[in-house]
């Protein structure tokens, strides 16, 4: 069965402080991993997508790579406004039309 | 601007109404997808229609139903069947089918009263 698993459920950092949000997946085979941010209330906000094992995606303080097995998030010198809950989510071959999303990790920057 | 928007951003539902949700996008996308989020739960697939006219049920349809008539619409009905409907619905839409990122909406807080 398909499936994606998020951890940690949440992380507290201080503000400048570096970390890792890991996304590990179990699928037939990969389509593609999906990075999204969600803000309270609001919708999905789309940031990154990896197609192969060893390729990367950069946008200001975050970095997605990707493995056979896991992606990981990272952030680099963290600000407040990067707090939010991170969402990833895999489409599988062959059945590629649904996305399979993880339960997210709950970031929390304090300045 | 482009983008998919949904419609009301709250809604309170007596127990044993039907209620539509209702989803619209500019964005020329042929996919279309309803999810359903639970606090401290990922996002679980309702609906998803890769083309006008057609849908397929994702895995918690029971006590749904979709229509997908305009390839800008794709309206979701919360049936009185579905025993448990709080919770906050998001409608998304991708390009060619699913074959590219989803985007978005703003999403649906249904409350029942």
């Known amino acids: 069965e398909d499936q994606v698993t998020q951890s940690p459920e949440a992380l507290r950092l201080q503000e400048g402080e570096s970390s890792s949000l890991n996304c590990s997946y179990t699928?037939?085979?990969?389509?593609?991993l999906f990075w999204y941010r969600q803000d309270p209330g609001k919708g999905p906000e789309f940031l990154f997508t990896l197609y192969s094992a060893g390729e990367e995606k950069e946008k200001e303080r975050l970095k997605a790579t990707l493995t056979k097995k896991e992606s990981f998030l990272h952030i680099t010198a963290p600000k407040p406004e990067d707090s939010a809950t991170y969402l990833c989510a895999v489409q599988a071959i062959p059945n590629f039309n649904k996305f399979y999303f993880g339960s997210g990790t709950k970031l929390n920057v304090k300045p | 601007d482009g983008g998919i928007t949904q419609s009301p951003k709250y809604l309170f539902r007596k127990e044993g109404q039907n209620v539509t949700l209702s989803c619209e996008q500019n964005l020329n996308h042929d996919a279309m997808y309803w999810y359903r989020q639970d606090p401290g739960q990922g996002l679980r697939l309702i609906y998803y229609?890769?083309?006008?006219?057609?849908?397929q049920k994702g895995d918690i349809a029971e006590g749904y139903s979709v229509s997908r008539e305009k390839k800008e619409s794709f309206p979701l009905t919360v049936t009185s069947a579905q025993k448990n409907p709080t919770a906050f619905y998001l409608c998304?839409?991708?390009?060619?089918?699913?074959?590219?990122?989803?985007?978005f909406g703003q999403g649906t807080r249904l409350t029942v009263v």
């Open positions: 998304a839409s991708s390009r060619n089918g699913g074959d590219t990122e989803a985007f």
């Open positions: 229609s890769q083309i006008v006219n057609d849908f």
């Open positions: 699928v037939s085979g990969l389509r593609g």
